[in-house]
């Protein structure tokens, strides 16, 4: 495995060192004191934290800038590159970003099917033809829903 119809490869990168069980989000008020939040990533059983400065929040968005950042090293260390043997998908739509691709693959634990988010789409042309590079994520690395356990 590791090739369908219209993919060329896939491969995933998962870079555990990216992920934390706690993203401590960090910001002052107008009138100087410091604010915090933290956000959660429970499928990081270990205590590691992630402190970061939030400096451009406002203090209602400090809770916001720590789920942010947990949602963004969660994607970042689970996305999955695709090799697309075309431009446009089986819809005949060209690829784009934000869109749902569904992945059918004995090896990713997914042989029912499962959708992931295309978060990026990069575009080649060369003298064999146009292929299109897709990373994808899990949708549920941007929401509060549990990531499914074939990522945890």
Known sequence: ?????GFLE?????DGRKRFNSYKAIGQSPKKKDK???AKDDNVPKSRM???KADDTTTGDIKKAAE???SSQVAEALTLGFNATSWY???GLQWQENTILTVVSKTLSVEKGFDFLITRVNFKQSNSGKTAQLSIVP???FT???IPDIFA
């Open 1 to 5: 495995e590791g090739t369908s119809q």
């Open 144 to 146: 509060d829903d549990p």
């Open 89 to 91: 998908g089986p819809n």
């Open 10 to 14: 896939y491969g995933a990168d998962f």
């Open 36 to 38: 915090f939040a933290i």
């Open 139 to 141: 949708p549920q690395t």
């Open 68 to 70: 942010w950042k947990r």
């Open 50 to 52: 992630l402190t970061f």
